[in-house]
């Protein structure tokens, strides 16, 4: 990733600068290896960003993985990204430091 298109703590600073390949870049920076289950998480929350310009709240992410994954799956983005919903979903998706 260009420097010059990131903040001092790793985020993206223009979330419309956002492509596929970078989320793979941010994510094998926090050591995660991006499944379906992910890729569904950070489509979800691109096109809400893309909708509202802003980033979902963490229970909308929530309630899509459930339903797209299970009821059972209600903590589901914190398995995915375990250190953290800003830490990481929103790092990896583009969006901009909450």
């Known amino acids: ?4 298109l990131i903040d001092e703590e790793g985020y993206l600073i223009d979330p419309n600068k956002w492509y596929a390949s970078a989320a793979e870049e941010f994510a094998r920076q926090e050591d995660i290896q991006l499944t379906k289950d992910h890729w569904n998480a950070i489509y979800f ?3 809400y960003y893309g909708e509202h310009q ?34 990481q979903a929103c790092k990896i998706t583009g969006m901009k430091r909450l």
């Open 1 to 4: 990733m260009e420097s010059e």
């Open 45 to 47: 929350m691109r096109q």
């Open 54 to 87: 802003v980033a979902p709240y963490v229970r909308h992410v929530m309630k899509h993985l459930a339903d797209h994954c299970g009821n059972e799956s209600r903590n589901k983005i914190f398995e995915l990204f375990p250190y953290g919903y800003v830490k």
